[in-house]
């Protein structure tokens, strides 16, 4: 379903298409994006945008970390708190993926 989130939330397709250009200045798309956000919770966001962003580095970790202006570490944090909560998280560029048992590692 168009602009349904991994948590079952709709962000009103806020975040289809987010990382193609649409010939509007990055400013003026982000404004665009961030109205439509108003009355979501940060957190739900918040691991929205970085799922997405996971699938759009094709699992890398470490790339979408940078793009996203994290660190790796709080990268994995994030997941692992993700996979805790029981959401899908895509695997790694080495196809494995994250484990429960890791949490507590």
Do not use: W, Y
Not at 39 to 60: F, K, M, P, S
Not at 63 to 88: C, E, P, Q, W, Y
């Amino acid at each position: 379903m168009m602009g349904q989130s991994d948590s079952g939330r709709d962000f009103g397709g806020v975040f289809d298409g987010a990382f193609e250009s649409d010939g509007q200045g990055s400013a003026a798309v982000v404004t665009a994006a961030v109205s439509r956000l108003v009355g979501q919770a940060i957190a739900d966001v918040e691991r929205e945008l970085i799922l997405q962003t996971l699938r759009h580095c094709r699992g890398n970790r470490s790339a979408a970390a940078v793009m996203l202006g994290i660190s790796v570490r709080t990268m994995r944090n994030k997941l692992r708190s993700f996979l805790a909560d029981g959401m899908a998280v895509p695997p790694s560029l080495g196809g494995a993926a994250m484990h429960h048992a890791r949490v507590g590692a």
